[in-house]
């Protein structure tokens, strides 16, 4: 079992930025998919971004260029996100696959408005 627990959301003017962190019970980042998902209101739930347990990346086009996910320590990643949109506006969810199944974060709220 592995429990994710997700900071640093919040509210934030178009142009901004801010990070989010991940925090996992157990250090499996090396032997882990980790990532993180969104969820904007009347939307499906959409990849953002995902980090292997090689270390290499894959970022959603519409965030290309703008958001980066990174490993922070064993059982910690990070995602920054820079010039935030207001179609950036979601609930974020961190996600691992692990034992061959997937764990999901409660989710931070993540909102970009003037």
């Known amino acids: 079992q592995v429990q994710l627990v997700e900071s640093g959301g919040g509210l934030v003017q178009p142009g901004g930025s801010l990070r989010l962190s991940c925090a996992a019970s157990?250090?499996?980042?090396?032997?882990?998919?980790m990532g993180w998902y969104r969820q904007a209101p009347g939307k499906q739930r959409e990849l953002v971004a995902h980090?292997?347990?090689?270390?290499?990346t894959n970022i959603a086009d519409s965030v290309k260029g703008r958001f980066t996910i990174s490993r922070e320590n064993q059982n910690t990643i990070a995602l920054q996100m820079n010039n935030l949109k207001p179609e950036d506006t979601a609930v974020y969810y961190c996600?691992?696959?692990?034992?061959?199944?997937?764990?999901w974060g409660q989710g931070t709220q993540v909102t970009v408005s003037s």
């Open positions: 157990r250090s499996i980042i090396s032997s882990a998919r």
């Open positions: 980090i292997f347990s090689s270390g290499s």
């Open positions: 996600n691992v696959f692990w034992g061959f199944r997937d764990y």
